[in-house]
């Protein structure tokens, strides 16, 4: 039997769709893993966006796939940032936007609570001053 008689069919398990370009779906076994590593080790990671061959249209389809969770941070610092928790808690869609509210970054963060919501600690203790000073003047 020669190799031409074998019937070879091809069968395509990435989405289809235009713009599409199958670089989506890997992330989220990738982001899967990362969920993991959180769980099991409390390491937090994140994923740049930006930094991968991804076309608007893997990013919608990402984003479908992930959902939206219930809750939404948004920041005002040189332009304003959004931290979206998406159906899958601990992992986060952050949006870095500049004054112009063009996107400059887009990050999956995988943690409890996002880096850049926790209070520094030099923050709390101004937070804590500002308390006492309202104490003594009561």
């Known amino acids: 039997m020669s190799l031409d008689a074998i019937p070879i069919h091809v069968v395509n398990t990435l989405p289809a769709g235009p713009g599409l370009t199958g670089n989506a779906p890997p992330l989220l076994r990738e982001i899967s893993e990362l969920l993991l590593r959180l769980l099991e080790t409390g390491e937090t990671a994140a994923i740049d966006l930006s930094a991968l061959p991804l076309t608007p249209a893997d990013l919608d389809w990402l984003r479908d796939k992930l959902g939206e969770g219930e809750i939404a941070v948004t920041l005002q610092a040189s332009g304003e940032s959004t931290l979206n ?52 003047n009561l």
């Open 85 to 136: 928790e998406t159906a899958c808690s601990g992992v986060w869609w952050v949006t870095h936007h500049n004054e112009n509210g063009a996107v400059t970054s887009q990050f999956i963060e995988v943690a409890f609570v996002p880096e850049l919501v926790k209070a520094h600690p030099q923050d709390v203790a101004i937070g804590q001053e500002y308390l006492e000073l309202m104490i003594a």
